[in-house]
């Protein structure tokens, strides 16, 4: 994506395409991990719901894990949870 | 059609003729008639255009970026204070390239109150990005207003530039101004149609970010080339206005008898005209004084600088302003743009005007004589008139 030169980016930092924002993984601003643990999960969907990043990834109305592509680490999922089923870890240790 | 306007009117009327499409604004001394004129022009069913009274001049200079977004041909007109409060916007219109075309009324800038003539307001937004011309005449004025929409709202070039005018030297004197007729404005200008603009139809999005690996800087780097095509237009429309209104006015610098002359002034704005006066009394008793009106300040006219400076044997640059902590602004640029070349003229630096302080004759004839003076003086000796023990 940084490959462009001067010559093909349009002026005046305009952004052409319109709905490009998926295309910037936000993961990389986390400095805090959510570890989902899903013999704890009771699939209330609270963080699903409360998610500001639209991280927790859903199939057949269930959570099955984290988009660690664009979750920023807010932890709120966490907080949310009424079963203790995520846990924060500090980013770069043990998992 | 000939008219008897100020320069504050002929502003006005340029903005009718040149079809501005919206106009924020907000009334200050001494640019408050330009904002009277056109309400009236619309009031009287003469323009029809969006003009916006809006709450600031930082509040007038955003909502011209936007309306130009839109793909809107923009206009306003502020002064001192105003250009001061509208800085930061400024800056955003270069940024998101849209070309508004504002008139400031040079005017000083407070503390103490003083709304007389003083350039140091349009010279502090030097670095804005903006294309920068000055004025000597109401009829430059008029003229030049509508040569900007050409210049700046060229594909290559898509830059805000800002007109100055001398406060009430220009702003509230009158002179015959001839208003060209609609149609060869209309042809003249065409439409303003940006490659890029507002439209839900197509949208894009404006002011977004950009890190410091992606593309701010190129970003930067483009408005520079677009600064370097600004200096060739300029050129070119004020070649293509002459040729069909009948009037022009040197391009980038302005010279005025200045082919065989030993000694050259430099200034800008309305101090010009008595220049001219000065230059042909001494011209007559056999004095070879010629001058370089600075029309245009950015782009810079450097190229034409040293062309001039290969000629003259000494070059006298008049600041209707001052840089504190070093000397006047057109001084450090004229000396700086003769870096490097062979035979350098002596170049001498006058503050003068400060504050609408009158530059008269006598001001003049001094500093000539000065010129002759070899011991070269620091630049807080050289304010000229001041009141000294
Ligand atoms: S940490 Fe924040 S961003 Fe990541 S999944 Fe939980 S709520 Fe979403
Ligand atoms: S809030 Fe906790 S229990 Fe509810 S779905 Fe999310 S992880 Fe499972």
Redesign the pocket.
Known sequence: MSEKTWKEVPMGGLILEAGNAAEYLTGDWRTER?IFHEDKCKQCLF?WI????T??IIKDKKVIG?DYDY????????EVCPFDA?EMVQEGGDE | MKMVLSGNEAAAYASMIARAEVIPAYPITPQTKIVEKIADLIADGKFNTQFIKMESEHSAMAAAISASLVGARTFTATSSQGLLLMHEMLHWASGSRTPVVMVNINRAIAPPWNVWADQSDSIAQRDTGWIQFYCESCQEVMDTTIQLYKICEDNDVLLPAMLSEDAFYLSHTSEPVDMPDQDAVDTFLGKFDPPYKLDVENPHSFGSLSMPHQWYMEFRYKIALAMEEARKKIVEVDREYGKIFGRSYGGMLDLYRCDDADIVLVAAGSMSSTIRVVVDELRENGAKVGFARLRVFRPFPAEEFRSLAAKVGTICVLDRSFCFGYEGAFFTEIKAALYGIDNPPLVRGYVIGIGGRDVTRNSLINIINDSNNPEIKGPVDTWVDLKRC
């Open positions: 959510p963080c409360c998610c500001p990043d991280s927790m984290i979750c920023k680490g807010c932890g709120i999922c966490m995520i």
